[in-house]
């Protein structure tokens, strides 16, 4: 059974630094990566990062955050730095496993004072 398993949400003032982990377990997992959902928008991607170690970020993240990927331990890690108000969100870990699908967290709530 998938499972992945987020941790470090919090509250953090607008410049602040904070860095989200993921941890999944049942599979062997390709492309892994960060999505987020503020309230009253759609869920859009934050940063994507293969097996190998291909990156891909939105352009609103780009030079701010970073992806991470531990393969042996099966983690997913985001670091957020210089947080923007308009970084609230909840912040989801996403995986996928090919010919299986895609799954999801459970969520992390960032949330960035100004």
């Known amino acids: 059974q998938v499972q992945l398993v987020e941790s470090g949400g919090g509250l953090v003032q607008a410049g602040g630094s904070l860095r989200l982990s993921c941890a999944a377990s049942g599979s062997i997992f390709s492309i892994m990566g960060w999505y987020r959902q503020a309230p009253g928008k759609q869920r859009e991607l934050v940063a994507t990062?293969?097996?190998?170690?291909?990156?891909n970020y939105a352009d609103s993240v780009m030079g701010r955050f970073t992806i991470s990927r531990d393969n042996a331990k099966n983690t997913v890690s985001l670091q957020m730095n210089s947080l923007k108000p308009e970084d609230t969100a909840v912040y989801y870990c996403?995986?996928?496993?090919?010919?299986?699908?895609?799954?999801w967290g459970q969520g992390t709530q960032v949330t960035v004072s100004s």
């Open positions: 990062i293969t097996s190998t170690g291909t990156t």
């Open positions: 996403n995986a996928d496993v090919e010919l299986f699908g895609t799954y």
